[in-house]
């Protein structure tokens, strides 16, 4: 592994992670994701101010609490990880917008995730998952009304 050639760095750290990730089966899946939630941590550790970093952290809890079936709280960790990506991002990511706006629905917070479905589409217009979300979200708080 590239961690062991070359000594623990944020970029390989945050690869692995990436890759952990997709690899296995349903209950090593699991176990997978949950070690690229601390891979991703261990990146961070070497830069917080590395906004990438953040923004694996975030990834990792995101897709954690959809895999493993846990907690509303690692969606609002998630979200904070989120936000700490954005300050030190060098460049708008959509797709950050994109999963802190699901998270914010889950969690039932409409009116972030709108703000979130919004503004993915104003940094890239071909996001097709936002227009559908905020279409959904619009929907849901008119009959709510």
Same mark, same amino acid.
């Given at each position: 592994?590239?961690? @062991?050639?070359?000594?623990?760095? &944020?970029?390989?750290?945050?690869?692995?992670?990436?890759?952990?990730?997709?690899?296995?089966?349903? @209950? $090593?899946?699991? +176990?997978?994701?949950?070690?690229?939630?601390?891979?991703?941590?261990?990146?961070? +550790?070497?830069?917080?101010?590395?906004? @990438?970093?953040?923004?694996?952290?975030?990834?990792?809890?995101?897709?954690?609490?959809?895999?493993?079936?846990?907690?509303?709280?690692?969606? $609002?960790?998630?979200?904070?990880?989120?936000? @700490?990506?954005?300050?030190?991002? &060098?460049?708008?990511n959509p797709d950050l917008h994109v999963n802190r706006g699901t998270a914010y629905k889950y969690i039932e917070d409409y009116e972030d995730a709108l703000r979130d479905f919004e503004r993915s589409r104003e940094i890239d217009p071909t996001t097709e998952s936002s227009e559908k979300?905020?279409?959904?979200?619009?929907?849901?708080?008119?009959?709510?009304?």
């Amino acid at each position: 592994m590239a961690i @062991e050639n070359c000594g623990k760095n &944020k970029r390989s750290l945050r690869s692995q992670s990436i890759l952990l990730r997709s690899l296995g089966t349903n @209950e $090593e899946r699991k +176990k997978n994701v949950l070690d690229s939630v601390d891979l991703a941590k261990e990146a961070l +550790k070497l830069d917080f101010k590395d906004g @990438e970093s953040w923004y694996l952290v975030g990834n990792a809890w995101f897709i954690n609490f959809f895999v493993n079936f846990k907690k509303l709280s690692e969606l $609002e960790t998630a979200i904070k990880a989120y936000n @700490e990506a954005e300050k030190y991002l &060098k460049y708008p990511n959509p797709d950050l917008h994109v999963n802190r706006g699901t998270a914010y629905k889950y969690i039932e917070d409409y009116e972030d995730a709108l703000r979130d479905f919004e503004r993915s589409r104003e940094i890239d217009p071909t996001t097709e998952s936002s227009e559908k979300d905020i279409t959904d979200i619009k929907e849901k708080l008119a009959r709510a009304q």
